[in-house]
């Protein structure tokens, strides 16, 4: 029987003074300052495969002062970097063994179209809605109950990237889920769910009910 990995929650705390030394700006800058935080495990072919990168994270934002971004990892960040603090604490494999739980996350909701293949955006809270409840029974192993689903903060993410506009739908969805395969469920909190993970989508934010 083969173990499973162990994962990592952990949480960069920053002032506003390390906001502005990490020149933090926009959601590609985010990016940059949580993946600096982990050793590259994977090689440029593995890259280009789309290998995922073990990490996950969701940018809480703060206030004037402060700023704080969650992370999940298959392995540990920096613990003393140049700036702002990390905290950390291993995951424990019953914290996944759970029926219900109340969550949050940050989706980019999109459809690929059936006649030319390419990404469409899911957009207003009706449709987003439709779209989570269908995609989470039928990918990521839990059931959501529809009329307590809540769709909030739905903007556009906007960066640069190598000289090319980024643009992504985001949504914060809150509600209650029931998990209908173990299996599943736990690789989606592993991996994360939906598209654009790189860019801060996708961390299951979960408390046992």
């Keep these: 029987m083969n173990?499973?990995?162990?994962?990592?929650?952990?949480?960069?705390r920053m002032s506003r003074g390390d906001v502005k030394a990490l020149r933090v700006t926009d959601a590609y800058s985010v990016h940059r300052v949580v993946y600096d935080l982990f050793k590259d495990t994977r090689d440029e072919t593995q890259k280009q495969t789309s290998l995922p990168s073990g990490i996950l994270y969701a940018d809480k934002g703060g206030d004037f002062h402060n700023r704080q971004i969650l992370?999940?990892?298959?392995?540990?960040?920096?613990?003393?970097?140049?700036?702002?603090?990390v905290d950390y604490k291993p995951i424990p494999p019953?914290?996944?063994?759970?029926q219900r739980y109340g969550f949050e996350v940050v989706i980019?909701?999109?459809?690929?179209?059936?006649?030319s293949g390419k990404l469409i955006a899911v957009r207003g809270r009706e449709a987003i809605t439709g779209w989570f409840v269908e995609r989470s029974v039928g990918s990521w192993g839990f059931r959501v109950e529809q009329e307590r689903l809540q769709v909030e903060q739905v903007t556009v993410q906007r960066f640069t990237?190598?000289?090319?506009?980024?643009?992504?739908g985001s949504a914060v969805l809150k509600g209650e889920l029931e998990v209908l395969d173990q299996d599943r469920f736990k690789e989606s909190f592993r991996r994360g769910i939906g598209r654009g993970r790189a860019f801060g989508f996708g961390l299951l934010q979960i408390v046992p009910v």
């Design 161 to 168: 990237k190598s000289g090319n506009a980024i643009t992504h």
């Design 71 to 85: 992370m999940l990892a298959d392995r540990l960040p920096n613990l003393s970097p140049q700036y702002g603090t």
């Design 3 to 12: 173990q499973e990995p162990t994962l990592y929650a952990a949480v960069l």
């Design 108 to 115: 980019n909701p999109t459809r690929r179209d059936g006649q």
């Design 94 to 98: 019953e914290f996944l063994q759970h």
